[in-house]
């Protein structure tokens, strides 16, 4: 197993069950032993976890039920340590959990399951990188429709609608589109707020399909916003262009977050990026690794992570520029293809 001190995973959060099992459902747990997988799930699911799941053990089961189930099948198989998702399960699961389980020694292991999905399989990328495709389609599809009086509401709609019919099961997470000084917020909600000639747009979204997330920003303008968030573009631009030369692995998270840290700093606007450089995508838009401040988490060849610098200016606006890549041996590849000027 991942981790010699525990012979059995149960696991419940639906990326981690969509991990192990490569298919999507609303209900259900995973238990993982060195021996046999297996997944427990009601009947609505029945035939579809038959058909797909052959490598694993279906157990169909009443929720009311689930436990003693659970403790049987762990006294089958002679697991003693239990892990579980610290992480996922609320204070009234784990209390379930703790009285069901008290046989068992349950152990926290949500750190080792999310280390299982860090580096991405080339299938992993691929899948990925289609959902990035398609949230480039739609924006390149949308970008007419945005002029002077489209709201950020009536964008953000068109974004959504294209980004489902070119392909993408969901959105990654909801859509930012932020007009003038609403950019200034990182994760402003889209308003009714109308465009104005002169104003910074800020569209920041993902698709999700085949149950892989993609994540991008672009800033851009139709007129022309004032000198300072002109300049702002700029900073932000070869900052993140210094970044993504530089990342490759063997780096840790801190290292590569400073890349593009220490130049906005340079450049006087160090407290005006409040956030950190990028996060790993994959089943989910935000998991591991993170490149920021504080992340000792060395890179290594196929993790997937974002690279977003941003400044922002309250009462001004924002900008934020953001592409996806895969860390290789000696850099990354780039896998957001969208031009990034500031006047698109
Ligand atoms: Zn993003
Ligand atoms: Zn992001």
């Given at each position: 197993?991942?981790?010699?001190?525990?012979?059995?995973?149960?696991?419940?959060?639906?990326?981690?069950?969509?991990?192990?099992?490569?298919?999507?459902?609303?209900?259900?747990?995973?238990?993982?032993?060195?021996?046999?997988?297996?997944?427990?799930?009601?009947?609505?699911?029945?035939?579809?976890?038959?058909?797909?799941?052959?490598?694993?053990?279906?157990?169909?089961?009443?929720?009311?039920?689930?436990?003693?189930?659970?403790?049987?099948?762990?006294?089958?198989?002679?697991?003693?340590?239990?892990?579980?998702?610290?992480?996922?399960?609320?204070?009234?699961?784990?209390?379930?959990?703790?009285?069901?389980?008290?046989?068992?020694?349950?152990?926290?292991?949500?750190?080792?399951?999310?280390?299982?999905?860090?580096?991405?399989?080339?299938?992993?990328?691929?899948?990925?990188?289609?959902?990035?495709?398609?949230?480039?389609?739609?924006?390149?599809?949308?970008?007419?429709?945005?002029?002077?009086?489209?709201?950020?509401?009536?964008?953000?709609?068109?974004?959504?609608?294209?980004m489902i019919r070119s392909g993408a099961d969901s959105l990654a997470f909801d859509n930012?589109?932020?007009?003038?000084?609403?950019?200034?917020?990182?994760?402003?909600?889209?308003?009714?707020?109308?465009?104005?000639?002169?104003?910074?747009?800020?569209?920041?979204?993902?698709?999700?399909?085949?149950?892989?997330?993609?994540?991008?920003?672009?800033?851009?303008?139709?007129?022309?916003?004032?000198?300072?968030?002109?300049?702002?573009?700029?900073?932000?631009?070869?900052?993140?262009?210094?970044?993504?030369?530089?990342?490759?692995?063997?780096?840790?998270?801190?290292?590569?977050?400073?890349?593009?840290?220490?130049?906005?700093?340079?450049?006087?606007?160090?407290?005006?990026?409040?956030?950190?450089?990028?996060?790993?995508?994959?089943?989910?838009?935000?998991?591991?690794?993170?490149?920021?401040?504080?992340?000792?988490?060395?890179?290594?060849?196929?993790m997937v992570v974002t690279v977003e610098p941003g400044i922002y200016i309250n009462g001004?606006?924002?900008?934020?520029?953001?592409?996806?890549?895969?860390?290789?041996?000696?850099?990354?590849?780039?896998?957001?293809?969208?031009?990034?000027?500031?006047?698109?």
């Open positions: 197993m991942f981790d010699n001190s525990i012979d059995a995973y149960l696991v419940n959060s639906p990326a981690n069950r969509r991990y192990f099992t490569g298919i999507d459902t609303s209900a259900g747990a995973v238990l993982l032993t060195a021996t046999e997988k297996l997944f427990f799930t009601d009947f609505r699911y029945e035939n579809y976890a038959r058909n797909t799941l052959r490598d694993f053990n279906v157990i169909i089961v009443k929720p009311s039920e689930f436990y003693d189930t659970l403790v049987r099948e762990l006294k089958r198989l002679d697991a003693r340590t239990v892990g579980y998702e610290e992480l996922f399960v609320t204070v009234n699961d784990y209390r379930q959990m703790e009285t069901a389980l008290s046989d068992f020694k349950l152990e926290p292991a949500s750190k080792i399951l999310a280390d299982k999905r860090i580096v991405k399989t080339q299938d992993e990328i691929d899948k990925i990188e289609n959902s990035q495709r398609i949230a480039e389609k739609a924006l390149a599809k949308i970008i007419p429709m945005i002029k002077p009086g489209v709201t950020e509401r009536e964008v953000s709609a068109e974004l959504m609608f294209e930012i589109v932020s007009f003038g000084e609403n950019s200034a917020n990182p994760h402003h909600h889209p308003s009714d707020k109308k465009l104005e000639k002169n104003e910074l747009i800020l569209i920041d979204f993902g698709a999700r399909a085949n149950g892989y997330c993609s994540d991008m920003t672009r800033t851009f303008t139709l007129g022309s916003p004032n000198d300072e968030l002109k300049a702002i573009h700029g900073i932000v631009l070869e900052a993140q262009s210094y970044a993504l030369k530089h990342i490759k692995a063997g780096m840790t998270g801190m290292e590569a977050d400073s890349l593009a840290r220490e130049y906005i700093r340079a450049n006087g606007y160090g407290k005006e990026f409040g956030h950190s450089l990028g996060h790993g995508v994959g089943i989910e838009i935000h998991e591991s690794p993170n490149l920021s401040e504080k992340s000792e988490i060395v890179l290594s060849p196929g001004l606006g924002g900008v934020r520029i953001e592409d996806l890549v895969v860390v290789r041996e000696d850099d990354v590849l780039n896998l957001t293809n969208f031009n990034k000027n500031l006047y698109l």
